[in-house]
């Protein structure tokens, strides 16, 4: 019963999160964007925040980014049902230009008043391997600034005894404009999570 008491808690905390307003990000967002997955997770992933679409739909990597995800997700032989994938930061932070809502990156006080639920979720699930997308997902898991270069690839031992990988954002991917290299990073990026789903197995 001690994942049936985690899923009851963890959908509690969940809720408690729609009404967030621990930082002003929630004055424009359309709603809070928690976690989701296995609360039995051995693999947890941590993104920046809502896209557009999320924000919408209020659920995590549902957008262009995380249809990358799931392709690389699929080629590293990982069930997305079988893991926990959330964000750092809760809510859509973006700029109105026109129509458009533009992707904005969170700022330091953002993530700290976010790392509240987040600390909620790895409590609660327990994942003993969690693998930061990106290097705002790294900022709110390791609590300080670090980059994706130096600590790609290599396992960082967490406070709660768990384990932590770095590797990019699979929106990097997004942007990328020659489709050589595009597909080269998008290998290296399913050999990041083939690699952390190895370990956490």
Same mark, same amino acid.
């Given at each position: ?49 809502? !896209?557009?679409?999320?924000?919408? %739909?209020?659920?995590?990597? $549902?957008?262009?980014? #995380?249809?990358?995800?799931? @392709? &690389? ?60 997308? !990106?290097?705002?997902?790294?900022? %709110?898991?390791?609590?300080? $600034?670090?980059?994706? #270069?130096?600590?790609?690839? @290599? &396992? ?46």
């Amino acid at each position: 019963m001690i994942g049936g008491n985690s899923a009851i808690a963890l959908d509690a905390v969940r809720e408690e999160a729609r009404g967030c307003t621990r930082c002003h990000l929630h004055e424009h967002a359309t709603q809070t964007v928690f976690g989701e997955g296995s609360v039995d997770a051995r693999l947890m992933l941590i993104g920046e925040q809502p !896209g557009d679409q999320e924000d919408l %739909a209020g659920r995590p990597f $549902v957008g262009p980014a #995380g249809r990358v995800l799931d @392709r &690389a997700l699929a080629e590293a032989g990982i069930d997305r049902a079988r893991i926990y994938v959330t964000n750092a930061v809760k809510h859509f932070k973006f700029q109105q230009r026109g129509k458009r809502r533009l992707h904005q990156k969170p700022i330091a006080p953002e993530i700290q008043a976010c790392r509240w639920w987040l600390d909620q979720e790895r409590m609660l699930v327990r994942a003993p391997l969690i693998v930061a997308l !990106g290097a705002t997902a790294a900022r %709110a898991l390791l609590g300080k $600034v670090v980059t994706i #270069g130096a600590t790609r690839g @290599r &396992a960082i031992p967490l406070d709660d005894g768990g384990e932590g990988w770095i590797t990019i954002h699979p929106s990097y991917l997004l942007r990328i404009d020659d489709k050589a290299d595009a597909e080269r990073e998008f290998r290296r990026f399913v050999e990041d999570l083939r690699a952390a789903w190895r370990r956490a197995a």
